[in-house]
């Protein structure tokens, strides 16, 4: 079932028109990777969907719903939850704040994607009393995977998780993510091409604001052209 429908969106940023036809949809329980190069738009994707940019044209359904008017708390209630690129937790507040922010229900289903998180990355067990400011980068992003699992939505969209992250840490980023992909509809924006080839069952491709390519992730392994051409990987 498709649970996310991006149909020919157009987003402005001030005077620039940044996103001139982006069309994607996100299949339930599988992970849809954005590729393309530096400045193609992919960040500009995530967060006309999660409504921090109004549309110009075109239009975006969850669950056949039209959401592409709504703002971002209401799109969030709906069930979408994002991890920006930067992380955005809050560094003044310890591990622990940071995930209580997130969690709005205090039901049992909430309690339990809590255990869910913590038995995922014991990390943030270990360091629940510390600040955000001081996590190293990989807690960090752990943290903002951890928030964006316990809030109560179907639909995550993850910002290049592996960045400015050690080798280590991005495989442990990726085997959360691939966990995490059991119980969650993923939408992923990531320049690690391991990463995203080895967590990825759809793809899309962005380029200069605009989806030239999609298919199936086994196919662009395959596809060193496509690879070339629009990923600069030779
Ligand atoms: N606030 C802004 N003001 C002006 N231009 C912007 C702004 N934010 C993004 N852009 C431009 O929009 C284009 C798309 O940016 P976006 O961040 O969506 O790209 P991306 O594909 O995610 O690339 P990257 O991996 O570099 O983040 C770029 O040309 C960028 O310079």
């Known amino acids: 079932m498709t649970l996310l429908k991006v149909e020919g ?25 954005l590729l393309g190069r530096n400045g193609a738009g992919k ?8 409504g921090f940019h109004k549309v110009s044209r075109g ?3 969850f669950k056949n719903e039209r959401v592409d008017s709504l703002a971002p708390h209401e799109i969030a209630r709906k069930g979408i939850s994002y991890v920006p690129e930067d992380q955005g937790i809050f560094n003044g507040l310890t591990v622990g704040e940071n995930l209580y922010i997130a969690m709005r229900k205090n ?5 339990e994607r809590l255990d869910y998180v913590l038995a995922l990355f014991p990390d943030l067990k270990t360091f629940w009393h510390k600040k955000g400011g001081h996590l190293s980068g990989g807690q960090k992003q752990m943290l903002a995977l951890a928030r964006a699992y316990i809030q109560d939505s179907q639909l995550m ?9 050690a080798p280590i840490m991005v495989e442990k980023v990726s085997e959360s993510i691939m966990e995490m992909k059991k119980k969650r509809t ?8 391991m990463m995203a080839s080895a967590i990825g069952d759809d793809f899309y491709i962005i380029d200069n604001g ?16 496509m690879c070339r051409q629009y990923l600069g990987i030779t």
Do not use: C, W
């Open 9 to 33: 969106i157009h987003t402005f940023i001030q005077q620039y028109h940044i996103l001139q036809g982006v069309s994607l949809e996100a299949k339930e329980g599988r992970v849809t990777v």
């Open 43 to 50: 960040t500009t994707t995530l967060r006309s969907i999660m």
């Open 59 to 61: 239009t975006i359904y």
């Open 107 to 111: 039901d049992e289903k909430e309690s």
């Open 157 to 165: 969209l993850i910002d290049e998780p592996s960045k400015g992250l």
């Open 186 to 193: 993923i939408i992923l924006v990531e320049q690690n091409f």
């Open 210 to 225: 605009r989806t030239v390519y999609s298919g199936k992730m086994e196919q662009l392994r395959e596809d060193k052209e």
